[in-house]
């Protein structure tokens, strides 16, 4: 996480722990650090981590039972709606221009999309 | 000149090589406890800055050393003191304007820490087995100690003091010594499960480093003390005829050399470490390069700027409640063992 970036600390964490779970590094079962343990590693408020885990939990990749250490769960993915798919079309949209303003080739572009489609789980 | 005044002198002036020696080499990245990056301290204002720092200290040195000559051995521990804090802080400020901002990256493993192993609390059980050992070996023996038991000893390693023997004359040392053993315990596991395993992702090798390092110093010290104390505790008992205690003043600076060479040897292992932007902290928050109070960081156990272990956040209610724990102990320990 960056304490300079302008994205809610809470938000940030949550984002690096669903990245690794989407990445198959995390799977379900594996077991994640407690909030103090977490906080006082990464010197934020504890409520900043109980906050990141409660977004997690909400979406379903962890369970936080109370009194339980945190888990990954095996998630049952929700169906997604029209509009979802049209938001995230947006935002790809926009990364692809903001590559092309940083000067990538089109070829080069799409080589790391096709990467990065390979490198997703089912 | 008195075996004591001499055991002094080179006491005085081993620890005048190491204050030299140490401040200025520490921490990569940190310069007298401020965050300046690594080039600085081999730039000319650098150098200029070290001169400064060793005027004091060898003036206070020599001072020291000009007091324990006339025998006033008190007054000379407190005057190296002196000049050690005076270079100190003066430095600090010195250096302070010049602090850079720490990186804002922040990483943490999400793996359980690695806690003590199997060796620490190897170590941890041999400590309390060699105490024990003596504390029964005087038990055993209780009849054969002297009516008049030795309970000081000077620089020299003569016995100067006595008193009759009770459970306090007799066993004092060994209580003292186990409170001591306690304190280094709770130290040890406090740095094992207790410190801050992330920070900014380029200062990962040096932080992994100085806990491993840190953890190491406690549990050798908690070795070589144990066998030192149980030397005291023994001498009425291995020397009835003299209360020497084996090697006399060797005794005393043979545990200096021991304690300083820890030091030098930490370090030594800081000179090895890869490249490090400092310790993440906020130097707004270090007072005289030795105080953190940072009410925003939930740490209650910080890496000392000045490379030599940790020191407390005293921010945080939970450094106060742990330096009342420490008080009672070594109160509780101090009664029972003097009395």
Known sequence: MDLASPEAAYRQIAGQIRLLIVEGVLNPGDPLPGVRRLSLDLGVHHNTVA???RQLANEGW?????GKTARITDREAPVPAPSDAERFRDRLRHLVAEMRTMGFPAAR????????TDSIKP | MTPAAITLLITILLVGVVLDYVPSRVRRGIFFGVTTGGEFPHSEGGRATIRHYRFWIWS?????A???LFGQIGLSVFVQLAGFLAGWVLTWKRVRPLAI????????PLSPPEGMPAWGFAIVVISVLILGSAAVALQMNYELLPDQYPVHWGASGAADRFAPKTFRSVFGALVIGSGVLVLLTLTAFAIAYGSRRGGSPENEPSRS?????????????????????????LTPLLRPDTFRIPGGPLYIIGSLVVILGGVVWVIHKWSELPGSSGDDTPD???????FYYNPQDPAVMVERRDGMGYTLNFAQPLSWIGIVAVASIVATTMWLGKG
Not at chain 2, 60 to 64: D, I, K, P, S
Not at chain 2, 101 to 108: D, E, K, L, N
Request: negative net charge; charged residues 10%; aromatic residues 10%.
């Open chain 2, 60 to 64: 206070g040195t020599v001072f020291a």
């Open chain 1, 62 to 66: 962890i369970d936080v039972s109370h």
């Open chain 2, 209 to 233: 480093s100085f806990r491993s390092v840190m953890l190491r110093l406690p549990l050798l010290l908690m070795l070589v003390l144990s066998v030192q104390i149980v030397l005291i505790a």
């Open chain 2, 284 to 290: 707004e928050c270090w007072h005289w390069g030795m």
């Open chain 1, 51 to 53: 906050e990141a885990y």
């Open chain 2, 66 to 68: 000009m007091l324990a």
């Open chain 2, 101 to 108: 901002q720490p990186g804002t990256t922040r990483a943490a």
């Open chain 1, 109 to 116: 572009i799409h080589q790391e999309l096709q990467n990065f």
